[in-house]
Structures are given as C-alpha cells and as structure tokens.
C-alpha cells in the first residue's frame, strides 16, 4: 500500500506548480488552468486523508469543490472571453487598469 | 366653555359655530395668497387682486361678527390641532380671540382691508401686482396669527412672518438696489430684536419647567407666573422688550422704519399703521401680567418710550421726504405707545394703537395719493398748491393731521391726552414723563402742519410738466380715505375722559387687563388743566408752523441752517453712528474672515490634513500595480508567514 507521505508531497507538488503558474504565466488561460492544478491538489490531500481515516466527510468536500470549480471555470472562462474580445490579448500584465 | 353660558342653549350653540368660525379669519387671506401664488398669473391682475381684498373683506366680516357675539368677559378659541407633545409639554395650533384680540383683528383685517383696496388703484400700473398681492395677503395672514394664536409660540410664528413679508414688501421694487438694501435692513435689524425675544420666550419656558410647569399658554401662564422669581422675571421681560424695540421701532432699534418708506406707499401704510409695528405693543398687551411684575423693566419702557417719541419728533421736524416725516411720526406714536405701557395704562396704549391705525393710514395713504399725482416725486420742497387739484385727498389729509396732531375731538386728541394723563397721574408715571411727552405733542402739531402747508398749500414748486399732470385718484383710493377719516374723527369718541362722557374703552378691555390696568385717579380739575396745557402747545405748534410755512409766498426751508438744524435734518448722524460702530467693523470682521481667515486657517486646515494624507500616501500605493499577479505574490507571501508563524517550533 502507498504510504500516506507520497499522496502527500505528489499534492504539495502539484500544488507549488499551480502556484508557480499562477504568478509567472503570460497568458490567463493558462493562469485559470494553474488554478484548477491548485484546486485539484487540495482534492488529492483531501482523498488521501479520507481513505487513510476511513472517513466520509474528506469526499464529501471535495464534490463541493469540483462544484465550485465548476461554475468558477465558467465565470473565469466567461470573463476571458470577453477580455480578449475587447484587447485582442490575454496578456495578464497588460490589464493594470484598476489602480490609483 | 369660558363664555360662561349655559350649555345647551341656544346662545351656547352660536357659539360653538363662532368658535368653529375663528379659524377663518386667518386661513382666508392665506387660501387666497395661495390661489394667486400659484395661479396669479393666469387669473390676470384685476382678478388677483380682488381675490386678494375679497378674502381679507371676508375676513374682516368674520372677525365683525364674532366681535359681536363676543361677550364682556369671554374668550372664544378654536383649537385646530397640537402641533407639538412632549412628556407634559404641549403646544396647540389654536386661536383664541378676547377683547384684546377683538380690537387687534378688528384694526388689523379692517385697515388692511381698506389698504387692499386702495392698493387696486395704486399699483394698477405696476407689473408685479399680482405678487404684491400675494406678499400683502401673506403679511395679513402672519399678523392674524400673531394676534389670535393663543400660546406664546403661535405668536412667535406670526412675529417672524410679518419680519419676513416686511423684508419682501419693503423691497419689493427689487430693481432698484437701494429698496433691497433698505428691505435687508428692516431685516437684519428685526433679526437681532427677535434675538432677544427668542431668548425671553425661552427663559420663560425653561424657569416655568424647572417649576414644573410646561406651557406657553397664555391663560396657563398668567395662572402661574407668580411662581417665578422677580430677577427672573425682570431678565425675561427685558429680553422680551429688546424684541418689541425691534418690532416696534423703539431707540435702539427704530432705524429700520425710515428707510422701511422704500416699499410702496400702501406698504408703508399696512406697515405702519394697522400691522406690523404694533406687534410689539400688542406683546407687551398680550403679556401685561408678566410686565405688571416687573417694575424696573416697566419704568425702563416708559422712559424708552418717551425718549422715542421725543427724539423722533425733533428728526421729524425737519425732513423734506413727505413719507419720512411720517415715518418718523409713526416712531414717534409708537414712542407715546411704550410710555403709556411703560406707566402701566395697558389699555390707553391699546387706545393709541386704535387711533393711530386710522389717522396714519389715512396719512399714508394720502401721501401715496399726492405721490401718484406727482408723478412719483416725494420731496415736499417740491409740491405745493395741491389742494385745489385734489379735493378729497386735500380734506381727509387735513382731517388726519387735525387728528394726530390732537385737535379737540378728533381721535388723537382723546388718545393722546389719555396717555398724557396717565404718564402724569398713574404710579409709575412722572412729572418729568408728562413734560417730554407734552413737548413731543407741540412739536407733532408743529411738523404735521409744516407737511401739509408745504404739500397742500402756498404756490406749486413743480416743473410745469408735473405740474399739468396732477389728477385726483381714482375711486378706489380716494374712497378708502374717506373712511379713514371718518375713523380718525369718530374711533376717539369711544375713550372720551370722565369729565366728557366717559370711556367705553376701559369697560371693554377691563377683563383682559384687570388688575394690572391702573388707571390714573387724578383730580378731575387737574386732568382739565393738563388737557388744556397740552391744547396750548399744539396751538403753538400750528401758529408756528403757519408763520413759517402757511402764508403763500413763503419760500420753504429759508437757510435756517443752524447746528441744531443739521442735526435734526441728518437723523441726529444715526445711521451714521450705528455704521461706523456697528456695520463698519462687523463687515471688517467679516471680510477680514473671508480673505485671511477662511482660505488661510479653515481651508488651510482641511486642505493640510489632505496633503498629509496624500504625501503619506506617494510610498505606498507604489504596492498597487494593478497587475492581478503582483497581487497573488504578496498573498502568497502572507500566507507562506502565517504557516511559519503556526509551525514553527515551540
């Protein structure tokens, strides 16, 4: 059987290079997918624990979270859309509009 | 019920319609003030001002029959609704009407209405008509409320209103800066007496509360004003005194009444004769229980009184404007006013208010009738000879000049003399009082009759155009005249002393004055004598002004241009005086605050701490790129703390 540690650090791994993409990608497709990575990471933790505790409520969390991430891809997705149909870019450091 | 009848009779039923009736007296010249505001302009100007008289003509009927029904000692009130309730504290929209406020309503909607009317033919020309009607229904309205309401505030109200109708009417000619500076004036100056009486009426209210009495009633006050303390009731009368000198033109606060002849001529008469400036001895009247306990406040009346009167008179006897001298007249009656109110004669002073109401709009409104033919001139070195244009106008001035001038049996004979007698005979009165007063009779005699030789008599002084455009008014001015006239003769007869046929005036106002009217109870014989030392000196006063004035021929105002003279002619510099020690610093102040004070400390104040802010902020909104990822990277690092910060090793 797979040790707990290796659900473990795989899902920290993944996470950080959800993190990673959300920082220094150039294109918001890529940042929303970045976003998914990180969410999905979470999953993974909150699968592992569930199965090592012999408890439901781990699984339960995460159909709430493929639900939100659901509707938040379709948002987002939403919102890129109609960015890139007002600047032809999806250029995340090209939208610095809302400041002092 | 205060009338003391039966109930269930059917004298109990009239008079519960009368008292359902009172509330009409008031809200019909503000219904019609109402329907021309808002559509004067469509119902032209004839219509709109015979909406205007017919409202207060209605009124006045109203105010007729209820001072029919209304019996010797009885109060009529109609309460409408409580306007405010607090804990025990409550104040009513009610009115009231007592023999007192019978007499007010009955000098207030009957002269105002024989104004009205007047004023049909007066501003006939004149395109704001129809605003002019509505000011002068509105000033009505506010003098009927000041003296029905039957609690100290609804008087308040009415006090302001005429303040501010004042201010609308006096400037009511707006184009022409010098009426709107004069219509500020009679502002500004009314505000700072009514400072004092908001001061008065609040003192009252808080001394009677601490007592734990909450009213402002009057018949709840007189009830319970005893309780208060005499210095307490001194500082309250005082402060309530400073607001009659305001209202009612007493030194210090007089100023504003000379200019007040910026208005239009039927303006000056409502003001001055029927409405406004009787406010502040119709308070006095109205509060005569709370006056009758304060001595020193009462014995500083008469003696502000009688200086007025005198003062004004010396002013009087040398202007040239014919609508000033009246004007000071009037500040001159009015002085005689606080005198008798000052030596206690509630009633007499009420008496002079009467008459005067009569032979001063009468005079008013004769002025206005020659200044009409004139072509708007006012200046007397310039008329002359105009009673053979303007036969009417000519009798009933000279019939209102008789009167104030006090000539035997015209109204101001009897009205002046009362107060003469009692300033000589009551308690509070004194030789010296007597003298001031009797000087100030002769020399009214003298400058009303110096007016009218200068107006009326002698050569014309007009340029010939003037000259061949003088007309007698129209029927709606002169007919209105007549009737004054008649008043100024006949409104006397009612308070004739003992040795005539007695006063029916002291019977009718005794329920309201009681206690606190003292009549004098002279010798007979000196009353006579007094009377006729004051018959010597206004027959003085007219020989006088005939010599100088009278023959044909004369030429007017010939270089008697002595100290006193100047004086006399320049108002004794007070305006002058008032504008250097008064006005001039205040607008110093005022515009030293503007353009150094305000943009300097308060907005540097405001604009300071702005600029601290924004230069505190220069470092660190650098942090806000805007950039969605510069965001994520700061959150990252925050939370990556706060994990170090929980794990780290104990």
């Not at chain 1, 624990?49 to 939403?78: D, K, N, P, T, Y």
């Not at chain 2, 007496?193 to 009677?208: N, P, Q, R």
């Not at chain 2, 009551?426 to 007063?437: P, T, V």
């Amino acid at each position: 059987m797979v040790p707990l540690n290796h659900y473990l650090i795989l899902s920290a791994a993944i996470f950080a290079i959800g993190v990673v993409g959300v920082v220094i990608r150039r294109n918001l497709i890529v940042v929303l997918m970045s976003i998914e990575l990180m969410l999905n990471a979470v999953n993974l933790t909150f699968i592992a624990f569930s199965r090592f505790l012999g408890s439901m409520e781990g699984q339960v969390i995460v159909f709430f979270v493929m639900a939100v991430a659901a509707a938040e891809a379709v948002v987002g997705l939403a919102i890129i859309i109609s960015v890139f149909r007002h600047r032809q870019s999806l250029d995340p450091q090209e939208m610095q509009l809302l400041k002092w | 019920m205060e009338d003391g009848y039966p109930r269930s009779s059917i004298l109990h039923r009239r008079f519960w319609i009368v008292m359902t009736l009172l509330r009409y007296i008031p809200l019909l010249p503000l219904a019609a003030c109402a329907i021309n505001m808002f559509f004067g302009a469509r119902l032209g100007k004839k219509s709109a001002g015979l909406l205007a008289c017919a409202a207060v003509g209605a009124s006045f009927a109203v105010a007729a029959y209820v001072f029919m029904l209304l019996p010797a000692t009885g109060v009529f009130r109609d309460t409408l609704y409580t306007w405010f309730e607090s804990g025990g504290f409550r104040v009513n929209v009610s009115f009231q009407v007592d023999a007192l406020t019978a007499v007010m309503l009955l000098v207030v909607t009957g002269i105002g209405f024989l104004i009205h009317i007047y004023s049909l033919g007066y501003m006939d020309h004149d395109e704001g008509m129809v605003r002019f009607f509505v000011y002068l229904n509105l000033f009505i309205f506010f003098m009927l409320l000041l003296v029905m309401g039957d609690n100290l505030l609804l008087l308040f109200v009415g006090w302001e209103g005429v303040g501010l109708c004042s201010y609308l009417l006096i400037g009511f000619w707006y184009q022409d800066r010098n009426n709107t500076i004069a219509g500020n004036k009679a502002f500004i100056v009314n505000r700072i007496g009514d400072f004092g009486f908001v001061l008065g009426l609040l003192l009252l209210v808080t001394e009677l509360g601490r007592q734990g009495i909450w009213t402002l009633d009057f018949g709840e006050l007189q009830k319970h004003v005893n309780m208060l303390s005499p210095a307490t009731v001194t500082a309250i009368t005082l402060l309530l005194f400073v607001g009659a000198t305001g209202k009612s033109a007493q030194i210090p606060l007089f100023v504003w009444l000379p200019d007040a002849m910026a208005g239009p001529t039927p303006v000056s008469a409502l003001i001055h004769a029927a409405t406004m400036v009787t406010a502040g001895v119709y308070m006095t009247a109205r509060l005569h229980f709370l006056f009758a306990l304060a001595p020193q406040t009462l014995s500083l009346i008469a003696v502000i009184g009688a200086a007025t009167a005198f003062f004004a008179a010396t002013v009087a006897l040398t202007q040239t404007d014919i609508k000033r001298v009246l004007a000071y007249s009037t500040v001159s009656q009015l002085g005689y006013m606080f005198l008798a109110v000052g030596v206690g004669a509630f009633g007499a002073a009420i008496f002079h208010l009467f008459t005067h109401a009569f032979f001063k709009a009468c005079l008013f409104l004769g002025s206005g009738s020659v200044i009409h033919a004139m072509g708007g001139e006012q200046d007397m070195r310039k008329m002359g000879g105009l009673k053979d244009h303007m036969k009417v106008t000519y009798w009933t001035y000279v019939i209102a000049t008789l009167a104030i001038a006090g000539v035997p049996f015209t109204a101001g004979f009897f009205s002046k003399d009362l107060i003469l007698w009692q300033a000589y005979s009551s308690a509070h009165g004194s030789q010296g009082l007597w003298l001031i007063a009797w000087l100030t009779a002769g020399m009214t005699a003298f400058y009303m009759f110096r007016q009218l030789f200068m107006v009326f008599h002698g050569s014309s002084r007009a340029d010939p155009h003037a000259q061949a455009h003088l007309h007698e008014s129209p029927a709606a001015m002169t007919v209105p005249l007549m009737i004054l006239a008649f008043g100024s003769i006949f409104s006397g007869w009612l308070g004739a002393p003992e040795y005539l046929w007695g006063s029916r005036w002291d019977h009718w106002l005794e329920p309201v004055f009681g206690g606190a009217h003292e009549a004098g109870h002279g010798a007979v014989q000196t009353e006579i004598n007094l009377m006729l030392l004051t018959l010597v000196i206004v027959a003085a006063g007219i020989a006088l002004a005939y010599a100088k004035y009278g023959r044909p021929r004369t030429a007017v105002d010939q270089g008697a241009a002595g100290v006193l003279y100047r004086i006399s002619l320049n108002k004794y510099y007070v305006d002058e005086i008032y504008d250097w020690l008064l006005v001039r610093p205040f607008t110093a102040i005022s515009d030293w605050l503007a353009r150094v004070f305000d943009p300097g400390v308060i907005d540097g104040i405001v604009n300071g701490v702005g600029a601290r802010a924004r230069g505190a902020s220069a470092v660190w909104r650098a942090l806000q790129t805007g950039n969605v990822q510069h965001y994520v990277v700061g959150f990252l690092a925050g939370t990556l703390a706060l994990l170090a910060y929980y794990l780290r090793q104990p």
